[in-house]
């Protein structure tokens, strides 16, 4: 059943990709691509009714084998046979997946046939949009790392075609390349540790990697490199230390597919991959300790740029990376299924977030710079309401989704006793909701700094883009409770779901001392929302401006997101430019050079041959003709062609033999 | 009874006459005709000797001659005629397609 999930979307991106672009009206378009994601998410429910009811945890579909069975010899010297199937697993892990893609994907779909409906390329939006949740459900429906790499690099390739849509714009075009590049950078880390699996186990079935791991019948520091190569894959995918750079730029790319790809999901598939493959990564405790701090210092790094940002989006962004840094370091402690449940209400919150950003940009026409906006909530109650919700619930208020799926992740770390990792999470905390709720301030709240331009188009944003907002602030608001921790008198549900395909954790903590942390975070986030609150509203950013005063340096430091870029850049790109214009040297004097000499020597032995082609044989051959034509010259004389000179020729003749033979005889 | 030496005088002179009539005159007719003189030399030349010597050999020779120079003529007026259509002249002087 679970394996029509994928489909509907692939039909939907043939019809509008081959047929849409030329033939189908605007509704004809908007029709088939929702549908067939609704078709995809209803599908998706029921394929988790039959799991809740089913006593199977785990169900594998293989459609066809991919490459058959054929013996091989492994790095152990043992020998295995290796075969690839185009398999799908479904299991608990899967089920969340493919709701959040096909649940959050089809209400970005709808609020798209709002926000895109004065672009002309309307059905290759659309078809690229279906070709995305393909790739992504193929990504996270695949039982082995052969058919998640189909929709690994699908989504990579979807997220270069959306990155770039509005192509003639060269920033976007850039962007998109930047992102392409930047990924494949981590696809080589997936495809080396996906390669030393097969060398080492002979297998890429998920199933097959927990079970040989369980047996302990792979080296701990095999399991490492492996595990650290495919992490390699998973911080190009979900912009991590250190390959986060693309996804800032990303937002070149339209609103709503920031939010699907570039918040919601695709940025999640190494957080889901990491979860997938934990048997291998909590075996190798390396890794997972790699995997807890990478995430942390993100975290807070990413947070750090999000202060001073002043495009709207970018905030959103490298609050994106931010967020994911948590998922990381959830995943990092052990704690799987609380990095997976913050994935979860992530997506709801985040493509909220951006959604509701659209809707702002599409009102002001177009403008994403907050410096010109300020003031709105009376201009955009709606979208103010809506951001509102995201907001908090990004910035752990108590109650709402963030918070729940927040503090597990930051209880999980201070249980494993890896206190700077909680520390620095914390810190993250409150950066968060400092810088979301200046985002908030600076857009909604203060004086009115709206071009006057935009100010005459300023308009709420039409039903179809409200209503998915809506939605996705209900989600964000009670899409935790399925969480509940047990000290707030909750099952954690969530996590009890999951364990069948991440395993069991458990918190080891007093409840008196969990009550505590979750008072120290909520603390932190008040804080921060109160930082942004002084510096904003109260004193109108004049507290910010005295600081980027008074410390320039640092100021321009992360204003400048540290020089990675300009570091990447030149070091990273500039040596392989001098690399390219090394060889391109080479090949312009070297070998261009002996192709030329080559053609210069042909040349010359060629003049050479025609200098006596015509100089001796034609030569040899124009002397016979001469030497004829010389002789014949006096000869011809005779002939001509009178009949009296023959006749008188021949009586001289006669007149010759007949003396002759007198005198003779 | 004429004598020889007339018979030869007579027949040589038709046959110069002849022998002239074909070098040097340009009239292919004319030069058709002077062939025929050239003939009938020779068959004077061929009568006469063959009544000194009592022989009739000679004067059967003759005759022939002016059978061939009957079927000749007959030929060579053909000729004549069809060259004459295609130059309309009788010019020997036009009459050089085989000069070299």
């Known amino acids: 059943m679970f394996a029509l999930i994928p489909l509907f979307p692939l039909v939907g991106t043939l019809l509008n990709g081959i047929l849409g672009i030329r033939y189908f009206s605007k509704k004809t378009v908007h029709t088939i691509a929702v549908g067939a994601v609704g078709l995809s998410f209803l599908a998706s429910i029921w394929s988790l009714v039959g799991l809740l009811r089913s006593a199977e945890p785990v169900v594998v579909k293989t459609l066809y084998s991919w490459i058959p069975g054929s013996l091989v010899r492994l790095l152990g010297g043992r020998a295995a046979t290796v075969s690839f199937d185009l398999a799908f697993r479904y299991d608990s892990l899967a089920a969340v997946m493919t709701l959040v893609v096909t649940g959050v994907g089809l209400l970005i779909h709808i609020y798209s046939v709002g926000y895109m409906s004065h672009d002309r390329s309307y059905a290759r939006f659309f078809a690229y949009m279906n070709l995305f949740t393909f790739a992504m459900l193929i990504l996270v429906l695949g039982a082995n790392l052969a058919v998640m790499f189909i929709g690994w690099e699908g989504v990579g390739l979807c997220s270069y075609l959306l990155i770039g849509f509005w192509f003639t714009k060269d920033s976007a075009a850039n962007a998109g390349k930047k992102a392409f590049i930047t990924n494949r950078v981590g696809d080589f880390g997936f495809l080396l540790g996906a390669a030393l699996l097969i060398a080492v186990l002979g297998t890429l079935d998920t199933a097959g990697i927990t079970a040989a791991v369980e047996e302990g019948s792979i080296d701990k520091g095999l399991a490492t490199a492996i595990a650290l190569l495919l992490f390699l894959g998973a911080t190009g995918k979900s912009a991590q230390i250190p390959l986060y750079t693309w996804l800032p730029d990303a937002m070149e790319g339209p609103t709503p597919v920031s939010a699907l790809i570039h918040a919601a999901t695709m940025v999640t598939a190494g957080v889901y991959m990491v979860a997938r493959l934990h048997a291998l990564f909590s075996f190798s405790g390396t890794a997972l300790t790699v995997v807890a701090v990478v995430g942390a210092l993100t975290a807070v790094y990413a947070a750090s740029m999000g202060f001073v940002q002043n495009d709207i989006k970018r905030v959103l962004a490298y609050s994106t990376i931010s967020q994911i840094g948590y998922m990381f370091v959830g995943l990092g402690v052990g704690a799987f299924s609380a990095g997976v449940f913050h994935l979860m209400t992530h997506a709801f919150f985040k493509s909220l977030l951006f959604l509701a950003a659209g809707s702002v940009i599409h009102a002001l026409s177009g403008e994403q710079d907050m410096r010109k906006m300020g003031g709105l909530r009376k201009a955009v109650p709606k979208t103010y309401a809506v951001f509102m919700v995201g907001a908090l619930a990004i910035a752990g208020v108590p109650g709402l989704s963030g918070f729940f799926s927040k503090d597990e992740i930051l209880v999980a770390a201070f249980a494993s006793g890896s206190y700077a990792v909680w520390a620095l999470g914390l810190l993250g905390a409150g950066m968060t909701a400092f810088y979301m709720f200046r985002l908030i301030f600076l857009t909604f709240y203060g004086s009115d700094r709206v071009e006057p331009e935009a100010k005459h188009h300023l308009h709420e944003s039409p039903g179809v883009m409200i209503v998915p907002l809506a939605i996705l602030a209900g989600l964000s608001a009670v899409g935790g409770y399925i969480g509940l921790p047990r000290v707030l008198g909750g099952g954690q549900w969530f996590a009890r779901f999951l364990a069948s395909s991440t395993g069991e954790h458990e918190a080891h903590l007093a409840a008196g001392t969990e009550i505590l942390l979750m008072l120290v975070s909520t603390a932190v986030a008040l804080a921060g929302i109160y930082g942004a609150y002084h510096a904003y509203v109260k004193n109108e950013g004049r507290p910010a401006e005295r600081f980027a005063a008074r410390f320039k340096a640092l100021y321009r430091l992360v204003v400048h997101t540290y020089f990675v870029d300009e570091f990447y850049n030149g070091v990273i790109v500039g040596g392989v430019l001098k690399l390219g214009r090394l060889c391109a040297r080479f090949d312009e004097r070297v070998v261009d050079g002996a192709v030329n000499g080559a053609a210069w020597l042909t040349r010359k032995v060629s003049s050479l041959s025609i200098g006596f082609d015509t100089h001796v044989v034609d030569g040899a051959v124009n002397g016979i003709g001469t030497v004829h034509r010389v002789f014949s010259a006096g000869l011809r004389r005779l002939q001509t062609g009178y009949v009296y000179n023959y006749a008188l020729a021949i009586v001289l003749g006669i007149v010759i033999v007949i003396s002759l033979v007198v005198t003779v005889f | ?100």
């Open chain 2, 1 to 100: 009874m004429i004598p020889i030496n007339a018979v030869f005088v007579f027949g040589l002179l038709i046959f110069f006459i002849g022998l002239f009539g074909v070098l040097f005159r340009k009239n292919l007719v004319i030069m058709l005709m002077s062939l025929e003189l050239l003939l009938n030399g020779v068959n004077i030349l061929l009568a006469g000797l063959s009544h000194q010597l009592r022989s009739p050999r000679g004067s059967i020779f003759a005759i022939f001659v002016i059978l061939m120079a009957v079927s000749e003529a007959a030929v060579g007026f053909g000729l004549v005629l069809s060259y004459f259509r295609q130059k309309k002249t009788y010019d020997m002087d036009e009459f050089n397609e085989l000069k070299g």
